[in-house]
């Protein structure tokens, strides 16, 4: 089983909340900024420490066309780690578990153990509030000079995670949303990176959320529009139990 086959599962992390453990300074001078400060701009932007700290699980249902196919997605988070994703483009259908630590991929009757490099994203991706401590995580930030993305003025982060892989994300100068992110990945056939594109945030039980996603990678390109997102419904807890 190759994991090329795995598809779409940075979308997680477009619904993380990002928050610092500071709220007290948002400075963003020139001078003095910094990735945190940039992370915060965030957190005011989409509604919130308190709002945030609020969510315990989240359901989102996406649907859109992957490589002019038609595709539906359902991804269920519960605090503090656990994930589940299924995927139905056609006849396939894939489904992604994480908790405690592992993570198995499923495509029909056949399954396989995520492991290395793509079980360390999906961990960070699964986990709620990973961006209140990346170091904890051993995950290093950067602020990187600004860049355009589509005619917008941009901070840019950068993330290095354990292993090396490098991840950039960035948010509109004005409005301090996150519009883009970039993240590499390792597959059998080597390394690639994975553009993702956000827009049209809405507001859902005190905080914004991307409700158009278009991501690409290598010839692949997808888009979604999310259908539905709940908070707090009391997602089970076997939901996320890995296959035996």
Same mark, same amino acid.
């Given at each position: 089983?190759?994991? #090329? ?20 300074? =948002?400075?963003?001078?020139? *001078? ?22 609020? *969510?315990?699980? %989240?359901?989102?249902?996406? #649907?859109?066309?992957?490589?002019? &196919?038609?595709?539906?997605? *359902? ?8 994930? $589940? ?24 009757? +056949? ?24 170091? #904890? ?13 589509? /005619? @917008? ?9 354990? /292993? ?16 883009? !992110?970039?993240? !590499?990945?390792? @597959?059998? &056939?080597?390394?690639?990176? &994975?553009?993702?594109? $956000?827009?049209?945030? %809405? +507001? *859902? &039980?005190?905080?914004? $959320? ?10 692949? !390109?997808?888009?979604? =529009?999310? @259908?539905?997102?709940?908070?707090? @419904? ?11």
């Amino acid at each position: 089983m190759k994991y #090329s086959k795995i598809i779409l599962l940075s979308i997680a992390l477009s619904f993380q909340m990002l928050f610092p453990q500071d709220l007290g300074n =948002t400075e963003t001078d020139p *001078v003095n900024i910094t990735a945190m400060a940039i992370i915060q701009k965030y957190l005011f932007a989409i509604g919130g420490m308190d709002n945030f700290k609020s *969510v315990m699980d %989240r359901t989102t249902v996406m #649907s859109g066309f992957a490589m002019n &196919q038609p595709i539906e997605i *359902v991804m269920m988070q519960k605090y503090p780690d656990m994930f $589940y994703q299924e995927l139905q483009v056609g006849e396939v259908n894939q489904i992604i578990y994480y908790s405690d630590g592992k993570g198995t991929l499923k495509i029909g009757d +056949e399954e396989t153990q995520i492991e290395n490099r793509e079980l360390e994203r999906l961990k960070i991706d699964a986990t709620m509030q990973f961006l209140l401590d990346p170091e #904890s995580y051993g995950v290093k930030t950067e602020l990187l000079p600004n860049e355009m993305v589509d /005619s @917008t003025d941009c901070y840019k982060i950068k993330f290095v995670l354990p /292993s090396g892989i490098h991840w950039y994300q960035y948010y509109n100068v004005n409005t301090a949303l996150k519009i883009k !992110e970039i993240k !590499e990945i390792q @597959t059998n &056939q080597g390394l690639f990176e &994975q553009e993702t594109y $956000y827009s049209d945030y %809405r +507001e *859902v &039980q005190g905080l914004k $959320y991307p409700f158009k996603i278009k991501q690409f990678l290598g010839l692949q !390109e997808i888009d979604l =529009t999310v @259908t539905s997102l709940e908070v707090n @419904t009391g997602v089970d807890d076997k939901i996320f139990e890995l296959p035996d």
